[in-house]
């Protein structure tokens, strides 16, 4: 099982779940990404450029297929204007192995912070909005996975 | 002629999405398109003048700046991305 989108609308992780524990793996890890709101944020909002997202998430998850005996993956990644406490991403991936599903979950979670192409500009109760720089520990992450 | 697209604090501060410009020189480099954008002046000077903080894809797929455009399509240019 492969499931991509990249939508702006919330997603139900019990049900994302539910879909991965259905193929009988044994196994099944995930990671959900949620709005903080410290600092005074009162929004996050996600720009992306559409023309190349939906294709280079799928690239990554067959490249996660590739690498692990995985018997599913589920990539979801919103956009638009969230608030804090709002879920940002989802990952998750079923196996018949806990290694290979915990390892290919934080293989993707990374892989996305550092080439998706998705661009955060924060929104504070007070002064101006700010784009979010990228942190090179992200980078470092991603590069452990030889990305 | 050539699809250029921006995002986040490059697309703000160009003031634009996007825009078609004639096809530069078949050796011309994605930082050879840069600099002659940026020589525009005003927001554009602003945002593509210091090309270390930029990255840029060709068709949709990430390069180097020193990437030959060639008979590319579509040339994007956008700050490093923040994602996940």
Known sequence: MKRVSIQPQDFDVAAELAALEALGGGGVASFTGIVRGEGGLIALELEHYPAMTQAQVDRIVDDALARWPLLGVSVIHRFGRLEPGARIVFVGTASRHRTAALESCAFLIDWLKSHAPFWKKEHFDAGAPRWVDARAEDAAKAQGWGL | ?84
């Open chain 2, 1 to 84: 002629m050539l699809n250029i697209v921006y995002f986040a604090w490059v697309r703000e501060g160009v003031g634009r999405d996007g825009e078609q410009v004639e096809r530069p020189a078949p050796d011309a480099t994605v930082a050879d398109l840069v600099a002659m954008l940026a020589a525009r002046g005003g927001g554009y000077a602003q945002v593509l003048g210091d090309p270390v903080k930029l990255r840029a894809a060709i068709d949709q797929r990430f390069v180097p700046l020193d990437t030959v455009i060639g008979a590319a399509g579509e040339v994007a240019l956008f700050p490093p991305v923040t994602g996940g």
